[in-house]
């Protein structure tokens, strides 16, 4: 009898034993789970696969140290950055995130001023304005200007004929067009192929936004809700019956090379 007695309490201790072990474990698995991500990115040698590890830690826990861990990766990511910085909308916090958007086209601004591209630098800088930056803090800025002012009188002539030569609503002497006339001439895969494959989706988008689309998805919304030309109509339909024939044939060119 007393040996049964003792069985059984061996066994409700073991039983209790494991029990608390199964509690500790489920208690403590998102602390595990965050330390497993933390340094599975730490050990990853491409930043885009550190910076995918550092978003799954982070969607446990949000820690400013990772914060900086993904902005330093994500800027190193030159061939992946917008296409992650996409990944981190609803996971970054919106200051946190808008600051990466503007650290991310500062530094793709600065490269396209250091290669002589100042139209792509313009455009970059545009961009980073959007997200909150001061223009002026940039690093070259009374270059750009210097080079601006110097070519400004041929622009101003270039823009009055193209204004004066079509029939759309649309003001093209504006920087707030990445292409302004794609509503009325084809355009190539050669001059399209310099931009990423974000920036083609917002040339894309761009099309459809003139007839004032109302876009889902959040970043389109942002983008051309701060645009002065962009009205939305929740009337427009949700295809291309809308658009022209120039605008239909780039579109479907746009899309094959998305």
């Not at 991310?104 to 591209?117: F, I, L, Q, S």
């Not at 630098?121 to 959007?130: G, I, N, P, Q």
């Not at 029939?167 to 895969?189: A, C, G, M, V």
Request: proline share 2%.
């Amino acid at each position: 009898m007393n040996q049964e007695n003792t069985n059984n309490k061996t066994i409700k201790i073991i039983v209790g034993a494991v029990i608390l072990v199964g509690l500790v474990i489920f208690f403590s698995k998102d602390s595990i789970m965050y330390g497993y991500y933390v340094n599975k990115g730490d050990k990853e040698v491409e930043s885009w696969k550190a910076v995918q590890d550092y978003t799954d830690a982070l969607k446990i826990k949000y820690d400013d140290l990772l914060v900086d861990k993904i902005k330093l990766n994500v800027l190193q990511s030159d061939e992946y950055a917008t296409s992650l910085l996409e990944d981190l909308d609803g996971v970054l916090k919106s200051s946190d995130l808008n600051q990466l958007y503007v650290d991310v086209y500062v530094k793709e601004a600065t490269n396209a001023y250091k290669e002589g591209d100042y139209k792509l630098c313009e455009k970059e800088l545009d961009k980073a304005v959007f997200y909150g930056y001061y223009k002026n803090d940039f690093k070259y800025i009374d270059e750009l200007e210097s080079y601006n002012n110097t070519n400004s009188s041929s622009n101003n002539n270039t823009n009055k004929v193209v204004r004066n030569n079509s029939n759309s609503y649309y003001n093209y002497n504006s920087n707030e067009y990445i292409i302004p006339d794609s509503d009325s001439r084809y355009l190539t895969r050669s001059e399209l192929s310099r931009y990423t494959k974000t920036d083609l989706g917002y040339i894309r988008n761009e099309i459809f936004a003139r007839y004032g689309y109302v876009f889902s998805k959040a970043k389109y919304r942002n983008y051309f809700g701060a645009k002065s030309w962009y009205y939305p109509d929740p009337t427009v339909p949700d295809d291309e019956s809308i658009l022209n024939n120039v605008e239909r044939a780039n579109v479907h060119l746009i899309k094959s090379m998305e």
